[in-house]
């Protein structure tokens, strides 16, 4: 199960693997995650037997886009107010516009073009966070003083 802790899913938005995936995935093995490419309806299965997991959707091309609206928008709205996804999103066209989903920690939104360097980093970091507890604080219990008299 540890070794799950560091797989990222990358969810296909069409039929074959593009050169993206190709190319984010080796500058993600860099940082000691591995990206797994998913469709749709296998990214269901997972999120039923997971209690969460890490998901990139990069978004280039129109018909990306509107398969994007018309099939996994409202599936990705409900896994993010579940807690069950946390979701990175690389995208040339506008992010979620829903306030009650953009306060959560579960959604993140980067305009593309960015380099793949970059997006595998932030992902990466997000991930240790959220895993790993990078960012907690290390102390026990706060200090009293105890009052003579």
């Known amino acids: 199960m540890e070794e799950q802790n560091n797989w990222v899913y990358y969810l296909k938005l069409q039929k074959d693997l593009t050169d993206e995936f190709l190319t984010l995935d080796s ?23 997971q209690s969460s997991l890490h998901l990139i959707i990069v978004i280039r091309t129109m018909r990306e886009y509107s398969y994007f609206n018309r ?16 979701l990175y999103i690389a995208s040339s066209f506008n992010g979620v516009n ?47 003083f105890q009052v003579a008299g």
């Not at 500058?27 to 037997?49: A, F, M, R, W, Y």
């Not at 996994?72 to 996804?85: C, L």
């Open 27 to 49: 500058k993600i093995k860099q940082n000691g995650k591995s990206l797994i490419p998913v469709t749709l309806g296998t990214l269901q299965e997972i999120v039923h037997d």
């Open 71 to 86: 099939k996994v928008k409202k599936i990705m709205k409900y896994y993010i107010r579940s807690g069950k996804v946390s």
């Open 98 to 144: 829903d306030t009650a989903i953009m306060k959560r920690d579960f959604y993140n939104f980067v305009k593309l073009p960015v380099s793949y360097k970059y997006l595998a980093n932030m992902v990466s970091d997000m991930v240790d966070v959220k895993e790993f507890g990078v960012e907690k604080w290390p102390g026990g219990l706060r200090s009293s």
